[in-house]
C-alpha cells in the first residue's frame, strides 16, 4: 500500500515507526453541554450485541438515545430493551446525524475501537471503549492525545481498576510489604476461540441481517466466512489481539499499577505453538524487560497463555491455589510473595501461612465509586475515571507490543520516546496498520 506522511497531530514523541499510518485532518469538537451532575446523559452505544449488552446495562438509568450496530438480529436485545433509541448500522452517520448524543459506549471488535473512539471525540463526544482500547501501540497513543486535546472524560473497559482488590495489591507492594519486586509472572487461560488456523477458502453467502463491510472497517477487505464472528474475531489479527488483547489490560492491570511499569525495554516470545501472519498461536510464553523506575529496581515480566503456567514459587505447597487458578498473577519480591486473580480480585501473600500473619497497611488510595458511575460523573464535570486514556493507552501499548513480538516471532527492543522497534525494522509494521480508505484515524 502507499505509504503517506503523518500529520502533525500525530507527531507523538517520534514518528518513525508510525510512518506507514494515515490521519484526517480533524473535525474539531463541536462544544460539549456541561451536564448538571443531576441530569441524564443522552448516551450512544457502538456496538449493542455481545459484551455491548453488559455495558449499555450498567448506563440504563441514563438516556440511550441511539444504538448501532453491523448486525441488527444480534442487536435484537437492546433495541427491545431501549425501544426509544435511534437505530444505525453506521456509526459515522449516527454521529454526523444525530446531535443530541452526550457520550458513547462503544463494545465492538478490536479494530473498531480506535476509529471509533477517534470519531466519537473529534465530535465533543465522551467516550467509554472495550479492553484493549486499541488495535496497535500508534491507535493507543493517538487517542490519548486526543482525550486531551478535546477535553473529554474517557474510561477503558477494564472494570477490574476500580476494585479493592488492585488497590490492595499497589498498597502492599507500595508499603515494603514483599521488599523489590524482580520477578512477575501473569497467566490466562485463553484463547477460547480457534487460533493457529489459516484464511479459510469458501465464500458463502453474507447474512442478510449483516453488513459486512461496515463490520470490517479499517481492516483489508476480505469475502465473508462465519470463521471470523460473532464470537472468532479474536484470534484473526486483521480483527482481534489474541490472548493478550482479551485478558491483558485485566490481569497487567495490578503490576503494571502497583509496579508502576511504563514502557518495557524489549519484549520476547520466549515459547510459540504455532502462529502465522492470519492468526495468533495456540499458547504462548512472552518475556517483558523493565528498567529502573525512580527507586523502583528493573523487573522481567512473563505472560502465559493457552494453558501454559508459570512454575510454583518455591516454599507455596502445591494444595496453594494461585491466582484465581485460570488467571492470575504473581509478584516476586525480595522479602515475599504476592498473588491477585483475574481483575486483581483476592489480593493475598503466599504462602497461605503468611498472610495469616500479616496486617494489611492503611488505605492509602481512594475507593472507587463503579467503573462505569466514575465515567458517567466525569462526563458531568465530577472527577477523572481511574483508566482515562492517560492511564489506559499505556497498558494497552504494552498489550500491543507484545503482539508484536508475537508476529515478529523474535525479540524485539523498543524505543518508547520514538515508538519505533529498533532492532527489527519490519516489526514496525505491527506498531501501526494500513487502513482501508475511509476509515483511518
Same mark, same amino acid.
Given at each position: ?221 476480505? !469475502? ?6 460473532? %464470537?472468532?474475531?479474536? *484470534?484473526?489479527? &486483521?480483527? /482481534?489481539?489474541?490472548?493478550? +488483547? #482479551? ?63 508459570? !512454575? ?6 502445591? %494444595?496453594?491455589?494461585? *491466582?484465581?487458578? &485460570?488467571? /492470575?498473577?504473581?509478584?516476586? +519480591? #525480595? ?107
Amino acid at each position: 500500500m502507499d505509504k503517506k506522511k503523518i500529520t502533525r497531530r500525530a507527531f507523538i514523541a517520534g514518528t518513525a515507526a508510525a510512518a506507514g499510518c494515515t490521519t484526517v485532518p480533524g473535525r474539531g469538537s463541536r462544544g460539549k453541554r456541561r451536564t448538571p451532575p443531576s441530569a441524564k446523559l443522552n448516551i450512544a452505544g457502538i456496538g449493542a450485541g455481545g459484551r455491548a449488552e453488559t455495558d449499555l446495562w450498567a448506563v440504563r438509568r441514563q438516556n440511550v438515545v441511539a444504538l448501532c450496530d453491523v448486525d441488527w438480529a444480534r442487536a435484537t436485545k437492546m433495541f427491545n430493551a431501549f425501544p426509544n433509541a435511534k437505530k444505525y448500522k453506521d456509526f459515522r452517520v449516527m454521529l454526523e446525524k444525530q446531535k443530541d448524543i452526550d457520550a458513547v459506549v462503544i463494545a465492538t471488535p478490536d479494530h473498531i475501537h480506535a476509529v471509533a473512539a477517534m470519531t466519537a471525540m473529534q465530535f465533543g463526544k465522551h467516550v467509554f471503549v472495550e479492553k484493549p482500547m486499541a488495535h496497535s501501540a500508534y491507535e493507543a497513543r493517538m487517542l490519548a492525545e486526543a482525550a486531551r486535546n478535546y477535553k473529554v472524560a474517557t474510561q477503558m473497559g477494564n472494570q477490574g481498576h476500580s476494585g479493592s482488590g488492585v488497590r490492595v495489591a499497589c498498597e502492599i507492594v507500595w508499603s515494603g510489604g514483599i521488599g523489590p519486586v524482580r520477578e512477575v509472572h501473569v497467566w490466562t487461560n485463553r484463547p477460547g476461540w480457534p487460533q493457529n488456523i489459516t484464511r479459510p477458502t469458501e465464500t458463502p453467502p453474507i447474512p442478510e441481517t449483516l453488513d459486512w463491510d461496515l463490520w470490517l472497517g479499517p481492516a483489508p477487505y476480505r !469475502p465473508y466466512n462465519p470463521a471470523y464472528l460473532p %464470537n472468532r474475531w479474536r *484470534g484473526w489479527w &486483521d480483527f /482481534g489481539c489474541g490472548a493478550l +488483547g #482479551d485478558m491483558g489490560c485485566h490481569i497487567l492491570d495490578p503490576p503494571y499499577w502497583a509496579l508502576k511499569l511504563g514502557a518495557p525495554t524489549s519484549v520476547e516470545p520466549v515459547k510459540l505453538d504455532g502462529g502465522n501472519n492470519e492468526t495468533g498461536p495456540k499458547s504462548s510464553i512472552i518475556r517483558y524487560d523493565f528498567p529502573q523506575r525512580g527507586e523502583m529496581v528493573p523487573v522481567t515480566l512473563y505472560w502465559y497463555d493457552g494453558g501454559t503456567m508459570p !512454575p510454583r514459587p518455591e516454599g507455596v505447597g502445591e %494444595n496453594e491455589l494461585l *491466582g484465581d487458578g &485460570d488467571n /492470575g498473577s504473581i509478584f516476586i +519480591g #525480595d522479602k515475599g510473595i504476592m498473588t491477585t486473580g483475574c481483575y486483581g480480585m483476592n489480593t493475598r501473600l503466599l504462602p497461605e501461612s503468611r498472610m495469616r500473619d500479616y496486617e494489611l497497611p492503611p488505605e492509602t488510595i481512594p475507593r472507587s465509586i463503579g467503573h462505569t458511575r466514575e465515567w458517567l460523573a466525569a462526563c458531568k464535570g465530577e472527577g477523572t475515571p481511574g483508566s482515562n486514556f492517560d492511564y489506559a493507552a499505556p497498558l494497552s501499548e504494552l498489550v500491543s507490543l507484545g503482539n508484536v513480538a508475537l508476529r515478529a516471532r523474535q525479540k524485539i527492543e523498543w524505543d518508547a520516546a520514538n515508538m519505533k522497534v529498533t532492532n527489527v525494522p519490519e516489526a514496525n509494521n505491527y506498531v501501526c496498520r494500513d487502513y482501508r480508505e475511509g476509515w483511518s484515524l
